[in-house]
């Protein structure tokens, strides 16, 4: 079946800019999650929700970064007047809930350069 | 704080030389442990989910193994389609279900 969808693969910005970066999740999943992946290092947490509830966003770094969910299915990551240091691929995952821990699937990333 | 460090950061292998990739954990209270492995440009490929030490898992050329303080991700017989960051994540059970990530062993497989 298909897995977790992201677009755009590729976003270009200038400092100030707004953007958007859309997770489409495998049909039936849950549960979403967002990292930021800089580049040579590991995903860190952003947010997670379980259907359209925000259950930990923790992992925000500012109140610039803000994540939406409102039909328990797609989710966007938005991120306003953003700055260089916001560079990195975003990742979102998504899971089905089960026993004990769950499988998150990762989709393919959203390269973000803020210029 | 939740605490995973990956090692070697790199490895080079010939084709054939097997070897082993550690990832040590620092958490209060392990759900499970992840290993993924991550391609250029693609995100992470989920390979094994451990939950309690003494555990193994295998697929193919790879064999994880999981203690109460660290985890082995064992290559056997690489080849150089096995050229990839091997990342470990563990989830914790005072963290909800996020995944805390390691930052990755890149490891190259020459032919």
């Known amino acids: 079946g298909a897995g977790v969808s992201q677009s755009p693969r590729y976003k270009v910005a200038k400092r100030g800019q707004d953007v958007a970066l859309r997770c489409d999740p495998i049909s039936g999943h849950v549960s979403l999650f967002w990292y930021q992946q800089a580049l040579g290092q590991g995903p860190e947490f952003l947010t997670y929700f379980q259907n359209e509830a925000q259950l930990d966003k923790s992992g925000l770094p500012s109140d610039r970064f803000f994540a939406e969910r409102p039909e328990g299915s797609v989710s966007t990551l938005k991120i306003q007047r953003t700055q260089q240091e916001d560079s990195a691929v975003y990742l979102c995952a998504s899971t089905s809930p089960g026993w004990a821990s769950d499988t998150q699937y990762f989709g393919p990333g959203t390269r973000l350069t803020v210029l | 704080e939740d605490q995973v460090t990956q090692s070697p950061e790199a490895l080079r292998l010939q084709e054939g030389e097997s070897s082993s990739l550690n990832c040590s954990y620092t958490?209060?209270?392990?759900?499970?442990l992840f290993w993924y492995r991550q391609d250029p440009g693609k995100g992470p490929e989920f390979l094994f989910t451990l939950y309690s030490a003494g555990e193994e898992k295998e697929k193919e050329r790879l064999k994880a193994t999981l203690t109460k303080k660290e985890s082995f991700l064992h290559i056997t017989a690489p080849k150089p389609e096995d050229s990839a960051t091997y990342l470990c994540a563990v989830q914790v059970k005072t963290s909800g279900s996020r995944l805390t990530f390691g930052e990755g062993t890149q490891l190259t497989v020459n032919p």
């Open positions: 958490v209060s209270g392990l759900r499970g």
